[in-house]
């Protein structure tokens, strides 16, 4: 993506050894990103770097609308919340972290398909709130989760996920590993309620059971 939009590093960029490799504000290409995944790394890259228009709150809210009126199924949905502005409401009042916002960036960048499977994912967990009775708050982080619930398919290989692939037991592991990318990530997001960082656990650890059991 570095070839297509200007990203920068929001941040001093040290190696594990404490050796400086790149200034705040430094233009990160491709060939320098390939460099950097070279190093053992002070702090991931995911949240050293930032790029110009990075998906936030409003794209959201901007791409479900144009989500819910293409797609019949998902619009159905959105109407029997009760609440069809809802979902769109809620988009709108997240505050997206540099992390998760590059993430996602990249995401609707790269695999848009998957960064709309994420948006229809995040509605059926709204729904569900609602029917639940969950107060704003848990909505509001439910959605964070639901966001996040696929981002660990971006460094799966896209050859593995294609129609008509036969995929092996040692590649499937690569596949149920996925949730523990994105627990990785709310993990260090701020202010997440501990409820919610539970129900993104729970799936991580039945991810990592099924990772053991590939391995034999």
């Known amino acids: 993506m570095g070839e297509e939009h200007e ?7 040290y190696a594990a050894n404490g050796m400086k490799l790149f200034a705040k504000g430094a233009r990160i ?50 109407d029997r919340t009760g ?34 499977y994420s948006l229809r994912t995040a509605l059926a967990t709204f729904a569900l709130a609602i029917r639940l009775g969950l107060s704003n708050r848990d909505k509001h982080d439910l959605l964070l989760v639901a966001l996040c619930h696929d981002l660990g398919e971006m460094h799966t290989v896209p050859a593995l996920l294609a129609p008509g692939h036969r995929i092996t037991p040692q590649e499937r592991r690569y596949i149920h590993v996925h949730p523990i990318t ?32 590939c391995n034999g």
């Open 83 to 116: 609440d069809p502005l809802g979902f769109r409401h809620g988009l709108g009042a997240l505050a997206l972290p540099r992390p998760l916002a590059f993430r996602l960036t990249v995401m609707h960048e790269k695999r848009l398909a998957l960064f709309q």
């Open 7 to 13: 990203i920068v590093a929001h941040e001093d960029i």
């Open 29 to 78: 290409n491709r060939s320098q990103y390939d460099r950097l995944n070279l190093h053992k790394l002070r702090v991931p890259l995911d949240l050293v770097l930032s790029t110009e228009r990075p998906v936030d709150a409003a794209q959201l809210t901007n791409e479900a609308n144009k989500l819910l009126a293409s797609d019949s199924a998902t619009a159905r949905l959105a």
């Open 182 to 213: 994105s627990y990785v990530v709310l993990r260090d997001l701020p202010g997440l309620s501990t409820g919610t960082l539970r129900c993104a656990w729970r799936k991580s650890w039945k991810a990592w059971c099924a990772v053991l059991t």
